[in-house]
């Protein structure tokens, strides 16, 4: 078994179009969409989820008034300024903690002298297991503003993982987050080979190179394509040059093709929506990644 990530040093290059052709191209796979900050997969293989459950990502203070004695130590520890202070009306201060501003460091649980302030596990998420037309899919998505994307991804990875080896699968294909934090280090650690994905822009080369040295950190062997190469020819040249430098190989270019969007429109990947110039090169891409996977 196999593990192929799809990655990208920033976001909006086309990753998850190229994702979606890969799980329409490859056989006996099991998908998984690591972008659980903007999970977005969903939307062109069609899940239908059979198995899902709750994510614990933090913890989360919750004052007791019955037990508070109205100190204010909470309040002035707090530097997320996640405590409320509130006049009661008698000439005393109610205090209370906004979810939404409360980051789950314990400082207040610690410091309270009346050990008034609870601290319970926070749900931030949820994770999904799904049939689609391509497979097995392993999904989840954050709660707004919600905590320990890494280790949801670690989950996710690890679920798809399971699911694939006690179904004799051959591949686990990663849709992976954009960037290079904490969420991308989750996706790649211990996969056998990344195909990042840029695109012929200023910001699109500089975030592939930190990808690219990201990658050479761990250990993990890197193909590179191009998506809408054609916009800028000189640039993609130089992506070109620049990642084979540090030991990236090249698998292919894709064009700028409306094809590409239609086929979105119509909830489906380019290469399952007819012939087009998109659809042609994002097979040339796959032939030649499943090769270099194959090597690896």
């Given at each position: 078994m196999k593990e192929l990530v799809?990655?990208?040093?920033?976001?909006?290059?086309?990753?998850?179009?190229?994702?979606?052709?890969?799980?329409?191209l490859s056989q006996n796979r099991v998908l998984v969409d690591g972008d659980v900050d903007a999970a977005d997969l969903y939307m062109v293989v069609g899940p239908r989820p059979y198995q899902e459950g709750d994510f614990e990502g933090g913890h989360e203070a919750v004052i007791r008034q019955e037990d508070c004695d109205a100190c204010g130590l909470c309040h002035e520890l707090c530097r997320?300024?996640?405590?409320t202070e509130t006049p009661d009306g008698s000439?005393?201060?109610?205090?209370?903690?906004d979810p939404v501003m409360c980051e789950g460091c314990g400082v207040c649980v610690h410091f309270c002298p009346t050990d008034a302030i609870d601290f319970p596990v926070s749900v931030t998420?949820?994770?999904?297991?799904s049939d689609t037309?391509?497979?097995?899919?392993?999904?989840?998505?954050?709660?707004?503003?919600?905590?320990?994307?890494?280790?949801?991804?670690?989950?996710?990875?690890?679920?798809?993982k399971e699911l694939a080896a006690e179904g004799n699968f051959d591949l686990v294909l990663v849709d992976g987050p954009p960037g290079i934090g904490c969420p991308v280090t989750a996706a790649i650690t211990n996969?056998?080979?990344?195909?990042?994905?840029?695109?012929?822009?200023?910001?699109?080369?500089?975030?592939?190179m930190r990808l690219l040295d990201l990658a050479k950190t761990f250990s993990v062997p890197v193909a590179v394509c191009i998506n809408k190469a054609d916009l800028n020819p000189k640039l993609s040249r130089k992506i070109v040059e620049d990642s084979e430098a540090r030991g990236a190989?090249?698998?292919?270019?894709?064009?700028?093709?409306?094809?590409?969007?239609?086929?979105?429109?119509h909830g489906c990947s380019v290469v399952e929506d007819g012939e087009s110039a998109a659809a042609e090169a994002m097979r040339s891409v796959w032939k030649k990644t499943e090769a270099l996977l194959n090597q690896v």
């Open positions: 799809i990655c990208s040093g920033k976001g909006g290059t086309g990753k998850t179009s190229v994702t979606a052709a890969l799980a329409a997320f300024d996640a405590i000439g005393g201060n109610v205090y209370q903690v998420g949820q994770w999904f297991v037309r391509h497979g097995p899919m392993v999904h989840a998505r954050l709660k707004p503003g919600g905590e320990n994307s890494g280790k949801l991804v670690t989950l996710v990875r690890e679920m798809a996969s056998d080979m990344i195909l990042a994905v840029t695109e012929p822009g200023v910001s699109g080369h500089h975030d592939l190989t090249m698998v292919g270019e894709i064009p700028f093709d409306p094809a590409i969007t239609q086929a979105q429109i």
